[in-house]
């Protein structure tokens, strides 16, 4: 496979990966099952449950397996082929995966900012709205 080529799978690859892992690990609608995990993470007796229950919290350690059932599927290999083009995409795409994530998770920062801003910018106007009332009811 040709290397534009290759690298336009990498980013195409990373999407799924990003958006799986930020599902489980961020959306609401995984909520019970992840607070479950965490508290498990926490609390299990022995290191490696925890461990096995922290990866299912975590978008970064998650994105690792994730990434190994999309490359097992698609069969990609990125660079060399065999083993260590396997090994090169997988660490690639937990990378450009999480890039997304980050990218993501700062544009819902942004417009979650925005939307504050603009409420309280409405609540205010609604204040001055409310003072100037009595006074324009008065000059009448």
């Not at 449950?49 to 990866?55: P, T």
């Amino acid at each position: 496979m040709p290397i534009a080529l290759q690298i336009v799978w990498l980013f195409v690859l990373a999407l799924p990966v990003a958006s799986i892992a930020w599902t489980i690990t961020q959306e609401e609608i995984f909520r019970e099952p992840r607070e479950y995990c965490l508290d498990r993470s926490r609390n299990c007796p022995k290191w490696y449950q925890r461990k096995v229950f922290y990866m299912l919290t975590c978008e970064y350690c998650l994105s690792h397996y994730i990434a190994i059932f999309f490359l097992a599927i698609s069969r990609f290999t990125l660079l060399l082929p065999g083993w260590r083009g396997f090994l090169i995409a997988l660490f690639s795409l937990v990378w450009i995966g999480n890039f997304y994530m980050g990218l993501y998770g700062r544009l819902r920062l942004d417009i979650k900012s925005t939307k504050i801003d603009v409420k309280k910018e409405e609540h205010a106007l609604n204040e001055l709205r409310e003072e100037s009332e009595p006074e324009i009811h008065q000059v009448r």
